[in-house]
Structures are given as structure tokens and as C-alpha cells.
């Protein structure tokens, strides 16, 4: 099984901050790879699949990069609304295969 | 609006089989652009993916777990379902249906989610 990483486990940051996670694949998944964000007693939503492309309705300041082993998530400005935990998906092959969450908080 | 519901008990025995329905309103579990997929987390852990099945009824599971899990589907009843059986504590989670993009692919959108609890 294709085993997912990611970094920072947590973070604490400020409103309007530059945030960036890191997701990095154990092999080569092309770009079938996504980005979602759970908060608490919430069911996950996704905010970008292939890399790279953002979901309907997900605002602009969050973006996805990366092909291959290494991708980043980005959140240009963070909002009160951002705090959340954001797990990557690789959907390569079976078993499909999450990361194991970074958990963003209030500094 | 595609919308996911899972249903089934909230309370399961130890040894006994979990049995979770996920019922789709708003759109056809026979369309086949998707598949239907099962994710689960335990209480303060991550995400596991459980498997998936395709309308017509090809499935897809997680070797962790094949020899105790199926996943079958009611596509007159547009509904689709798990099995779990042999569960331990360890099965206690959060167990979330959602809907699966053939290509690109993504999980979206997903059910509320239902706790089950494996206690005696």
C-alpha cells in the first residue's frame, strides 16, 4: 500500500497568515491526489482533487501543487473559518490511501 | 442536490456483524461516472478507506480488512451497504458514505457520518 506523510502534524497560526502542508507519497501517484478539510463533528470536504484543481465553492485562497511523490496545500490568507485538520488522499490505486492529518489552530 | 445518509445501529456487540446503509437522494447510484465508497475514523484518529463499489457491482476493498467486510448495492432502492463482521472495540468509528469521482477522482460529497460503538 502506498503510504501517504504529512507535514507539519500541527500548526498554529494567525488570521491572514500564508499557511502551507506538506503531503508526500511513499511512490510516484501522478497527480491523483486530494485535499480535504474536517472540522470538528464534521464530515471531510473536499477542497482540491488532481493536485491541483480547486472544488466548486472552495474559495480561491486555497490552492494544490505538486506531482509525483510531493505535493503542498496552500492557504494564501487563512481565515477564522480555516481552522480546521486537512488530510491529503492519494487515489492512485487500492488501497486508497489518506495522510495522516495537520491539525491547524489559532496562535 | 446529491445528498448521502447512512444508516443502522448505533450500538454493536462484540463478534457480531456491523450493518450500515447508505441511502442516496438527489441523483442515481447508477450513474457510472461514481462509485460509492465507505471511510471510517476512529474516535480522535484519521481517516481509514473501507472500499467501494461500482454501480454494477464491482468492488474494491481495503486488504486490512477484506476478510471481514462486504459492500453490496440496492440500485432500486439507490442505496448501498456494509457489513463488517467479527467486530472488536478497535471497530468503534465514526462510518461516513460517500460518492466517488471515476475520473478526475475525489470523495464528495459525503454522508454526516454515524458512530458505531462495538461494546457488550
Excluded at chain 2, 467501494?52 to 439507490?78: A, C, E, F, M, Q
Amino acid at each position: 500500500a502506498i503510504q501517504m506523510t504529512q507535514s507539519p502534524s500541527s500548526l498554529s497560526a494567525s488570521v491572514g497568515d500564508r499557511v502551507t502542508i506538506t503531503c508526500r507519497a511513499s511512490q510516484g501517484i501522478r497527480n491523483d491526489l486530494g485535499w480535504y478539510q474536517q472540522k470538528p463533528g464534521k464530515a471531510p470536504k473536499l477542497l482540491i482533487y488532481a493536485a491541483s484543481s480547486l472544488q466548486s465553492g472552495v474559495p480561491s485562497r486555497f490552492s494544490g501543487s505538486g506531482s509525483g511523490t510531493d505535493f503542498t496545500l496552500t492557504i494564501s490568507s487563512l481565515q477564522p473559518e480555516d481552522f480546521a485538520t486537512y488530510y491529503c488522499l492519494q487515489d492512485y490505486n487500492y488501497p486508497i490511501t489518506f495522510g495522516p492529518g495537520t491539525k491547524v489552530d489559532i496562535k | 442536490q446529491l445528498q448521502l445518509q447512512e444508516s443502522g445501529p448505533g450500538l454493536v456487540k462484540p463478534s457480531e456483524t456491523l450493518s450500515l446503509t447508505c441511502t442516496v437522494s438527489g441523483g442515481s447510484i447508477s450513474s457510472s461516472s461514481y462509485y460509492w465508497g465507505w471511510i471510517r475514523q476512529p474516535p480522535g484518529k484519521g481517516l481509514e478507506w473501507i472500499g467501494s463499489i461500482y454501480y454494477s457491482g464491482s468492488t474494491y476493498y481495503n486488504p486490512s480488512l477484506k476478510s471481514r467486510v462486504t459492500i453490496s448495492v440496492d440500485t432500486s432502492k439507490n442505496q448501498f451497504s456494509l457489513k463488517l463482521s467479527s467486530v472488536t472495540a478497535a471497530d468503534t468509528a465514526v462510518y461516513y458514505c460517500a460518492r466517488r469521482a471515476v475520473a478526475p477522482r475525489w470523495f464528495d460529497p459525503w454522508g454526516q457520518g454515524t458512530l458505531v460503538t462495538v461494546s457488550s
